[in-house]
């Protein structure tokens, strides 16, 4: 019996066994926001200088962004200002990034200002839109901009799928309350009513941040769009912002884990180990009783 005893020390303490729980894997989809300021908001004497200022804003804690780009339809070149506070060139999530831009704007019109950027060998853009009035006296209406916070929860799915909850913040950066706001999602139906409108008058005011959350139930690697519009003064405010959800296409053997394909392995061949070493013992038993 001692020398089966040693067998078994000198067997687990060459064996390292790998439990499935020890390791996680967890795939994080960029999530990037941009706001367009434009200043000033109205050129009332006619055509004149406008500077558009951006902010860009990185909404995962658990991803920097690097690679990132902002670009506008109406006004070129858009130039970085500031907000890289460690010099990493990564936008961290506690970091706000400025651009400016410069032009001039003859007529009432609206930019397009987009930003990318990557993580995860994932791209995530995201559009905003300003109007500029000029050759009038009327308030200047600005586009509202959809920020979304928290992109899906959770971010990824197994390979059975499972339930996503989406939500959704939408903000106006401008200077006049916006009327009959709408939120659509082209994939998602199941929208909650909104949450934020504080003075309860059914008014986007530019100091409100306004809730939604749809939940639905995905099978497979799903993109979807949502949109948000707006009225100021007549014109209408508009923005969109695309998600991606990625749902495990892979056919694993054990049930999924969150673990990489490598890990998986590591624990199959632990589990089929130990069940060898257990097998070995009995045999040994066996035969010691039949001895006796």
């Known amino acids: 019996m001692k020398r089966i005893l040693l067998i078994l020390i ?12 020890d390791s996680q894997s967890v795939l994080y989809v960029p999530l990037i926001g941009i706001t367009s300021v434009p200043n000033p908001l109205a050129l009332q004497k006619g055509p004149g200088k406008v500077t558009y200022n951006y902010a ?8 920097p962004i690097t690679n990132i780009r902002v670009v506008d339809d109406v006004c070129s070149p858009v130039k970085f200002v500031t907000g890289d506070d460690n010099n990493n060139g990564m936008l961290d999530y506690a970091e706000t ?17 987009t930003v990318t950027g990557t993580a995860n060998s994932m791209t995530a853009t995201q559009k905003a839109y300003s109007t500029v009035v000029v050759g009038s006296n009327n308030p200047p209406p600005l586009v509202s901009v959809i920020n979304i916070t928290k992109v899906a929860y959770p971010l990824s799915l197994p390979t059975q799928g499972g339930n ?12 006049v309350p916006l009327g009959d706001v709408v939120i659509s999602d082209n994939k998602c139906k199941d929208m909650s009513g909104k949450l934020g409108d504080t003075n309860g008058n059914n008014f986007l005011d530019p100091n409100e ?11 497979e690697t799903t993109t979807n769009v949502v949109s948000v519009s707006g009225y100021a003064n007549g014109l209408m405010a508009a923005s969109n912002a695309s998600i991606t959800v990625k749902v495990d296409q892979t056919s694993p053997a054990f049930p999924m884990t969150g673990r990489s394909n490598n890990n998986s392995n590591m624990v199959i061949w632990g589990t089929m180990t130990v069940v060898l070493i257990v097998l070995v ?4 038993l066996k035969r010691k009783l039949k001895g006796k």
């Open 97 to 113: 990034w400025r651009y400016a831009c410069t032009t001039t704007l003859s007529q009432t019109i609206q930019n397009t200002a």
């Open 56 to 63: 860009v804003k990185n909404f995962l804690v658990e991803t």
């Open 164 to 175: 996503i909850t989406f939500t959704y913040k939408v903000t106006n950066p401008g200077v």
């Open 10 to 21: 000198l067997i687990f303490g060459c064996v390292k066994i790998v439990w499935a729980q």
């Open 281 to 284: 013992i009995i045999y040994i």
């Open 209 to 219: 941040v306004w809730i939604y959350s749809c939940t639905m139930n995905l099978k």
